[in-house]
């Protein structure tokens, strides 16, 4: 299995920045899409942003143009880069690996998720 650690949430003033970095450390599944969701109360979990190993990127339409995402396949890492946050931006944000195992064809893989880090934007 793939075991994902996050860090880097915490509590943040409207228009400040945090940085959360999702880890698997160790892995011997080659992880072919890395992405962050996020899950504020009362609402449902959506879409933050993911990248796929050729570096491909895909936006919420809501953080485009605030968010980066990045990844570093060495240290199988993926990074969240969050600027100008906005207080509906409050969320408990999950890292997603999708991933197959060494020497297993891509499109036979599985979802992993981190238990997640969050995120709260007040002033």
């Known amino acids: 299995q793939v075991q994902l650690v996050e860090s880097g949430g915490g509590l943040v003033q409207p228009g400040g920045s945090l940085r959360l970095s999702c880890a698997a450390p160790g892995s011997r599944w080659a992880i072919h899409v890395m992405g962050w969701y996020r899950q504020a109360p009362g609402k449902e979990r959506e879409l933050v942003a993911t990248i796929s190993s050729s570096g491909s990127t895909n936006y919420a339409d809501s953080v485009k143009g605030r968010f980066t995402i990045s990844r570093d396949n060495a240290k199988n890492t993926v990074y969240l880069q969050m600027n100008s946050l906005k207080p509906e931006d409050t969320a408990v944000y999950s890292c997603?690996?999708?991933?197959?195992?060494?020497?297993?064809?891509?499109?036979?893989?599985?979802?992993?998720w981190g238990q997640g880090t969050q995120v709260t934007v007040s002033s």
């Open positions: 997603n690996a999708r991933a197959s195992p060494l020497g297993v064809p891509p499109n036979l893989f599985s979802n992993f």
